[in-house]
């Protein structure tokens, strides 16, 4: 009979078995987690920020790190440069910590009438802020660290022209790109959560980052690290003339070329992930049962 009884809490308790988590139970954690994210403490929420940005520059960091000497040809190195960024979510996800573009699925909490549209925004803006301090502590700290000087200056190389090319485009590219980019994330994010074990969340979210990454998609977010790495080391003529960039390109990196970027990038990420991921979930499996 104790054996039965412990069989039963086993079968009952919801680690138990292999499956992944159906999407309308992964649609009720995220709702439940929006809430608890929008009502935890103000200070909490901004430390866990920048933690999630330094946590983003680290990945960010690793995929450069990867993509400079590669002889693989565009499209391989892309995509292990893209799974080297999955670090970034990797370390959100397991280790914690508040990331804006994955909280853009707290929309499903505020569309659902749990959370308030002021505390919807007062989270994205505290995350926000947090992120971007984290992320630009990481582009001060490996400066410091000379990290760039890697591959004789081929590190800093590869940070100046991928910054370069951020800022050389247009408003309207960046927006679309940064669409596609959260969407990307937020199902990673969502992935994620349908799995049971660490192992399933990792596996869960490298494929849809690294193929975000490997297409050029914009993250908010990983440029606060991407662009101002190259605005430091825009300073450095040897890393510049290394880089052989053309003049016009080069002259796109500066304050105006992060402030374009970083907007665009952040509207299109919140129509990405609010909108394409949590707007539709809701719609489709959160709603039928509030309306039931």
């Not at 090319?165 to 349908?194: D, E, H, Q, Y």
């Not at 790495?229 to 290394?242: C, N």
Request: glycine share 12%; charged share 10%.
């Amino acid at each position: 009979m104790s054996e039965s009884r412990s069989q039963q809490q086993v079968a009952s308790h919801p680690m138990a078995g292999h499956d992944a988590f159906s999407p309308p139970e992964v649609a009720l954690m995220v709702e439940t987690r929006g809430v608890a994210k929008a009502e935890a403490p103000v200070v909490t929420t901004f430390v866990l920020g920048v933690v999630a940005g330094a946590f983003i520059g680290l990945g960010a960091v690793l995929a450069i790190t990867i993509g400079t000497g590669s002889e693989l040809g565009f499209g391989p190195t892309r995509w292990l440069a893209g799974v080297g960024f999955s670090l970034g979510l990797i370390l959100v996800v397991v280790a914690g910590a508040e990331l804006f573009t994955g909280n853009n699925l707290i929309v499903m909490s505020a569309v659902n009438g749990d959370v308030g549209i002021g505390r919807l925004l007062a989270n994205w803006g505290v995350v926000y802020l947090g992120n971007a301090i984290g992320a630009f502590s990481v582009v001060a700290m490996v400066y410091l660290a000379e990290w760039w000087r890697g591959d004789d200056l081929g590190v800093g190389v590869t940070a100046l022209s991928t910054a370069a090319a951020k800022t050389s485009l247009p408003f309207g590219v960046v927006l679309v790109r940064g669409i596609l980019a959260n969407a990307l994330v937020c199902l990673a994010v969502w992935l994620a959560a349908a799995g049971r074990s660490v192992i399933d969340k990792v596996a869960a979210i490298v494929f849809p980052i690294s193929a975000f990454v490997a297409a050029g998609f914009e993250h908010s977010v990983a440029n606060m690290f991407f662009i101002p790495m190259g605005l430091a080391l825009r300073g450095q003529a040897d890393v510049v003339e290394a880089a052989h960039l053309p003049s016009a390109e080069l002259s796109t990196l500066d304050g105006a070329g992060l402030a374009n970027n970083l907007v665009a990038a952040t509207i299109g990420n919140v129509i990405g992930g609010a909108v394409l991921v949590g707007l539709v979930y809701w719609f489709v499996y959160v709603r039928p049962a509030r309306s039931a």
